[in-house]
């Protein structure tokens, strides 16, 4: 049995990250959207605002945290704080899933607010692993880790970025979120072939699909999330889709952020590939349930 059927993991559609700038749309619209991913960190706090806002995000629609700072990959301990602001937080919104990014963003308490790469080692394997093995007793919730863009590599690195995921995902037992942008600008950046990452990753793992745009700096891509996204990325995601079958799609865009109207047409099109490449029939697909409806263990 793989890990969405062992944990039920829903497939939620096409959804967007839940900006500020949308937030007028959002609330006093209410469009038409599948679901919406919100940056974990943004709401780890006791009230305010913040929590009002998601209060009524999740009155409308089904929500997922994604957090940009657990620095799963670094040496430090485990931020106990931290994941207990997390797990109030999935308390709050009951997701089926969170998730984060297989890096680490500091050392020695300074935090560089990047997404750092990691060495692809046995070492490295069996340390994230622990790690994650931790964090998803203590969260109670399903965890995935996301494959990062990245512009340097290490000298040490004995595998593949592919098989260093999925053996991680395998020894942690967790899922994966799987950027089909990143691995693309990573592609570029460092000459490997991305449709042998897509063939290379567990697909029964995969509980979520990133799609975001990146800029062409000449001589490296960079991911901004400022742009639409590109030929070659929708390419990876209909391989990845095939592999996967219909898993939850989200859009990022969060530099040079346009008006809702452009972002909707863009989950749109992922969507329209989706049905495409899965044959999918829309008008007799199984609507998502609205979060009332949902199972505490959902």
């Given at each position: 049995m793989g890990f969405r059927e062992r944990h039920s993991i829903p497939d939620l559609g096409v959804g967007v990250g839940c900006r500020t700038?949308?937030?007028?749309v959002i609330f006093g619209e209410h469009p038409a959207m599948d679901w919406f991913e919100i940056i974990?960190?943004?709401?780890?706090?006791?009230?305010g605002k913040p929590l009002s806002n998601l209060e009524q995000l999740v009155a409308s629609y089904r929500v997922v945290p994604h957090g940009v700072s657990m620095s799963i990959g670094t040496t430090a301990p485990l931020d106990r704080g931290y994941l207990a602001r997390l797990k109030a937080l999935l308390v709050r919104i009951r997701p089926p899933w969170c998730s984060d990014h297989l890096c680490w963003t500091g050392v020695a308490g300074n935090d560089v607010h990047d997404l750092l790469p990691l060495p692809h080692t046995e070492e490295a394997i069996a340390h994230v692993a622990q790690r994650i093995r931790a964090v998803q007793?203590?969260?109670?919730?399903?965890?995935?880790i996301e494959n990062v863009s990245s512009y340097v590599a290490f000298q040490d690195?004995?595998?593949?970025?592919?098989e260093f995921v999925a053996r991680?995902?395998?020894?942690?037992?967790?899922?994966?979120?799987?950027?089909?942008?990143?691995i693309y600008v990573s592609s570029r950046n460092h000459g490997f072939d991305p449709e042998a990452y897509i063939d290379g990753v567990p697909a029964d793992r995969v509980v979520q699909i990133h799609l975001a745009g990146h800029t062409d700096k000449g001589t490296y891509l960079l991911d901004t999330h400022s742009d639409h996204v590109c030929d070659a990325v929708w390419?990876?995601?209909?391989?990845?889709?095939?592999?996967?079958?219909?898993?939850?799609?989200?859009?990022?865009?969060?530099e040079d952020i346009p008006e809702f109207d452009v972002l909707a047409a863009e989950a749109a099109l992922a969507r329209a590939t989706r049905e495409d490449t899965l044959g999918i029939d829309r008008e007799h697909a199984r609507p998502v349930a609205p979060p009332r409806e949902r199972s505490a263990g959902s």
């Open positions: 700038k949308h937030y007028p974990s960190e943004n709401f780890m706090v006791d009230g007793d203590t969260l109670e919730t399903p965890f995935a690195s004995a595998m593949p970025e592919w991680i995902a395998e020894a942690a037992d967790c899922g994966i979120l799987l950027d089909c942008n990143n390419q990876l995601y209909r391989r990845a889709i095939r592999r996967t079958g219909a898993v939850s799609t989200l859009i990022e865009w969060d």
